[in-house]
């Protein structure tokens, strides 16, 4: 059964402490993506990563980090230097990165974070 | 920068008819379009997507028309069903940039 695979559902993070939110994808896939939602908001990009070791900062990266250590994963990191972490978080993944490709991104089911 | 919105929050109709969901966007490069349907409390779902190099593209139910000259798009949803309730958001490709930039999003709900 192919697709991306987001855990835990739910995450609780308390204060000063470091979280790591899991995405796996067995699509084969050479992109992924990790996105913020804020309720009522869109998709805000976190982090995003073309290939294996390899990744960039998207437009809110503050306070995050990911790795890149296997195709197949991209763990996020929300670390304590993030002071307003609870959202829903999202993880995508896309076939490539090139600009004649199609860029469908496919979504996990995401994983919400809340703070205690 | 590419921005993409979308020109109402909320759009209520009756079981049956026709939705048009819009999106305005603001980069006159961007190249490609996606429209994604999101349920309450899941991952955004793929609907359908366009090239900026066509005007219109139809899927099961529903067709998305794109205006390049005044940077418009809308997704419409034929024989709306209470299924189809849940959060349509569309979102932007700017050429070689493969990042997509996404909208706030439309809330559709279905009345029986």
């Known amino acids: 059964d192919g697709g991306i695979t987001q855990s835990p559902k739910y995450l609780f993070r308390k204060e000063g402490q470091n979280v790591t939110l899991s995405c796996e994808q067995n699509l084969n896939h050479d992109a992924m993506y990790w996105y913020r939602q804020d309720p009522g908001q869109g998709l805000r990009l976190i982090y995003y990563?073309?290939?294996?070791?390899?990744?960039q900062k998207g437009d809110i990266a503050e306070g995050y980090s990911v790795s890149r250590e296997k195709k197949e994963s991209f763990p996020l990191t929300v670390t304590s230097a993030q002071k307003n972490p609870t959202a829903f978080y999202l993880c995508?993944?896309?076939?490539?990165?090139?600009?004649?490709?199609?860029?469908?991104?496919?979504f996990g089911a995401g994983t919400r974070l809340s703070v205690l | 920068g590419e921005s993409v919105g979308l020109h109402l929050p909320t759009l209520s109709v009756q079981e049956g008819d026709n939705s048009i969901i819009n999106c305005a966007y603001s980069n006159s490069a961007s190249d490609y379009f996606i429209w994604y349907k999101q349920e309450s409390g899941k991952g955004p779902q793929f609907i359908i997507d366009?090239?900026?190099?066509?005007d219109k593209r139809q899927g099961q139910r529903v067709t998305v028309l794109l205006n390049k000259t005044v940077k418009h798009l809308s997704l419409q949803i034929a024989a709306t069903q209470p299924g189809d309730s849940a959060v349509y958001f569309c979102?932007?490709?700017?050429?070689?940039?493969?990042?997509?930039?996404f909208g706030k999003g439309t809330l559709l709900t279905v009345n029986p």
């Open positions: 995508a993944s896309s076939i490539g990165a090139s600009a004649i490709a199609k860029n469908i991104q496919y």
């Open positions: 979102a932007g490709r700017r050429g070689s940039n493969y990042k997509l930039t």
């Open positions: 366009i090239r900026s190099n066509m």
């Open positions: 990563s073309q290939i294996v070791n390899d990744f």
